[in-house]
């Protein structure tokens, strides 16, 4: 069966730092990857996904995250955090359809001044 | 284009009521799903489908019931509430097209009292 490991529940980072979030997830075959964020009383946005090709990915607002299959890794960085990343992100892996995700608990990131 | 949309927002109900979670997407897509968000569990699927006429159970389907009658709309119905089905709920919905990702409604609120 599948399934995502999200190992930090929450995390604080200084603005400016660098961030790392990590994933580690369970899947048969090739599996398609997904970071989402979750502003509070918000729906999930898209960060980036990663299909197939190359295993670095870049996505919105900075993000980026590489794939390492032989981890079964999939860890989203940002080099410059701001405050308004403050939020809970969720990492999923999905099957060919994308219509079942499988969703990490979440790792709330709080940002300091 | 408003994309996924959910009605309502928020909802009380009370222990052994009924009511139905609309969902509404306006991007043709086939694939629709229902996710219910907990704390520090993540989102898990409820039932999802891919097209009209077709549903399935996901991982959490004991208490809800759910119809395709159309590409648009896939209402999530819950027969006799318990508070255990208190939670945020959130539809998705999402192309069989490789290469997209799902897309979310923005969640409904669920207290049962």
């Known amino acids: 069966a599948q399934s995502v490991t999200q190992p930090d529940i929450h995390i604080t980072v200084s603005e400016g730092a660098s961030l790392e979030l990590r994933c580690n997830y369970s899947y048969g075959a090739t599996p398609y990857l997904f970071w989402y964020v979750q502003s509070p009383g918000q729906g999930l946005q898209l960060l980036l996904k990663?299909?197939?090709?190359?295993?670095l990915v870049q996505g919105i607002k900075g993000f980026e995250a590489e794939f390492k299959r032989s981890q079964s890794s999939f860890n989203l960085r940002k080099p410059s955090v701001h405050w308004s990343d403050a939020a809970e992100y969720f990492c999923?892996?999905?099957?060919?359809?994308?219509?079942?995700?499988?969703f990490g608990t979440g790792t709330r990131l709080l940002v300091s001044p | 284009n408003a994309g996924v949309t959910q009605t309502p927002k928020f909802q009380v109900l009370k222990t052994g009521q009924s009511m139905t979670l609309q969902c509404a997407q306006d991007?043709?897509?086939?694939?629709m799903s229902w996710y219910r968000q907990d704390p520090g569990m993540g989102l898990r699927l409820i039932h999802y489908s891919v097209g009209a006429g077709i549903t399935d159970q996901g991982e959490v389907p004991n208490g809800y019931n759910v119809s395709r009658s159309t590409t648009e709309d896939f209402p999530l119905r819950l027969l006799s509430a318990a508070p255990s089905q208190t939670s945020v709920y959130f539809c998705a919905s999402s192309s069989q097209q490789g290469g997209t990702e799902a897309f979310f409604g923005q969640g409904t609120r669920l207290t049962v009292v």
């Open positions: 990663y299909f197939s090709g190359d295993t």
């Open positions: 991007m043709n897509h086939e694939y």
């Open positions: 999923a892996v999905g099957d060919t359809g994308f219509q079942k995700l499988v």
